[in-house]
């Protein structure tokens, strides 16, 4: 699979503001379409209505599975995830479901209904993608934010079966707001109760439970800590003089625990908000050949900060 990075500052890039229509617009130049020198991610879009966009991942290694997002609303889209989509519109069990989120995930772009543009940065392989929006800043501003901004993630795990069918899972908000993204959540414990807001499965590792709310965590480094970034030993690290990161793994949050996958190119650092949100690093040791960014990322109304892998080596 190859990752490609897209940006609000790349030549002929669409641009994102708080009006209906800019979401779905700047998914499908992506995912879908391309747009200047950028090469589109690989993704189908098998069905468009006004201001409705469906998206299903590549089907040769990957679930096939995808996204409908309604963007009629001025400063966000709600997405949910379906196991189906046809050319003719037919949606087949989604997730999550309107009784568990109302509203559908909320992809939140703007905190003004207008035409203001805001950064973003998409970083996608044709079996899924992170979308980053800088809400509350100006496109000057771009990456290095100071606060919370928004993650979105849509797209299948790296499963530990890789004949799980169901590993496909949508991150998002669960209302309105910008304030209930909880991306940069982890839970302290692998356990029947370790769920993170907006973290939807299509289902249970059984395949019994239809849209399936689950958890995520990461090394036990940050003893205690449930935002990434926020907590663990001191920058640099004085051992290896760089930054130490920890897988993120996501969990059913079943009776039985199961670990479903990794979340592909994502990693937590053990340090509290090492570096500057927009910095770029390269690994070295077992890392050596990756490229990274760091990115500032909300967990409800508080800052996190994220490692995300832009080099072609997720899987």
Same mark, same amino acid.
């Not at 009784?99 to 909320?106: E, F, M, R, S």
């Given at each position: 699979m190859t990752v490609r990075v897209y940006r609000w500052d790349d030549a002929s890039a669409p641009v994102l503001t708080g009006q209906s229509g800019s979401?779905?617009?700047l998914l499908k130049a992506c995912l879908v379409t391309g747009y200047g020198a950028k090469t589109a991610a690989g993704w189908s879009n098998p069905y468009s209505g006004?201001?409705?966009?469906?998206?299903?991942?590549s089907s040769i290694?990957? #679930? /096939?599975?995808? &996204?409908l997002v309604t963007d009629t609303n001025a400063q966000y889209a709600s997405m949910v995830g379906y196991e189906s989509i046809t050319g003719g519109g037919v949606l087949t069990n989604q997730f999550p479901?309107?009784?568990?989120?109302? #509203? /559908?995930?909320? &992809?939140?772009s703007s905190v003004t209904a207008d035409a203001t543009p805001r950064p973003w940065l998409l970083v996608a392989d044709e079996k899924r993608f992170y979308l980053w929006i800088g809400h509350n800043v100006t496109t000057t501003?771009?990456?290095?934010?100071?606060?919370?901004?928004?993650l979105f993630f849509a797209g299948d795990l790296i499963g530990l079966n890789a004949a799980d069918p169901y590993r496909f899972m949508v991150v998002g908000g669960t209302t309105a707001a910008a304030t209930t993204n909880y991306v940069g959540g982890i839970a302290t414990t692998v356990d029947n109760g370790?769920?993170?807001q907006g973290h939807y499965l299509a289902r249970n590792y059984a395949g019994a439970t239809i849209s399936k709310l689950c958890g995520k965590t990461a090394s036990n480094l940050q003893t205690g800590a449930t935002i990434m970034g926020t907590a663990g030993v001191s920058y640099p690290d004085q051992v290896s003089s760089g930054m130490l990161l920890s897988k993120v793994y996501v969990n059913d949050a079943d009776t039985s625990y199961q670990i479903r996958g990794l979340m592909?190119?994502?990693?937590?650092?053990?340090?509290n908000l090492p570096g500057n949100p927009g910095d770029v690093f390269s690994g070295v040791g077992p890392l050596s050949g990756k490229s990274f960014i760091l990115l500032d990322v909300p967990s409800g109304t508080n800052r996190g900060r994220v490692v995300l892998e832009t080099s072609s080596t997720w899987e």
């Open positions: 979401r779905t617009a006004t201001n409705i966009e469906a998206f299903t991942n290694g990957g #679930t /096939g599975y995808g &996204i479901t309107s009784a568990q989120v109302a #509203t /559908g995930l909320v &992809i939140f501003t771009g990456l290095a934010t100071t606060g919370y901004a928004q370790s769920t993170v592909p190119g994502l990693f937590n650092p053990l340090h």
